[in-house]
């Protein structure tokens, strides 16, 4: 299983980055897909998830900034960042959740500084 996660890089406050997740390996179509953050210091924490059937779920800071979407033909899961805000640097992960079994990929650094 591979996720292969792209997009970071350093964007001012207010500005918009998307991340990209391609996942080989797994039937993603039936798979939930996630977005994680850790920052320094700090523990991993859910942004966003989006299940198998579209129903999407999303951690209350990043809520109507952020949204997560998905191609099931491209077996691709994306994070759109909006409005972004110092607070969201971090280490961004991407999960897959395929027959209650856990996939990680690797990160992808996001930081927001002016």
């Known amino acids: 299983v591979q996720l292969q996660a792209s997009g970071g890089g350093l964007v001012q406050p207010g500005g918009s980055l998307r991340l990209s997740c391609v996942a080989s390996?797994?039937?993603?179509?039936?798979?939930?897909m996630g977005w994680y953050r850790q920052a320094p210091g700090k523990q991993r924490e859910l942004v966003a998830r989006i299940t198998s059937g579209g129903g999407t779920n999303y951690l209350d800071s990043v809520k109507g900034r952020f949204t997560i979407f998905r191609d099931n033909a491209k077996n691709t899961v994306y994070l759109q960042m909006n409005s972004l805000e110092p607070e969201d640097t971090a280490t961004y992960y991407c999960?897959?959740?395929?027959?209650?079994?856990?996939?990680w990929g690797q990160g992808t650094q996001v930081t927001v500084s002016s």
């Open positions: 999960n897959a959740n395929e027959w209650m079994r856990d996939y």
């Open positions: 390996g797994i039937i993603f179509s039936i798979s939930n």
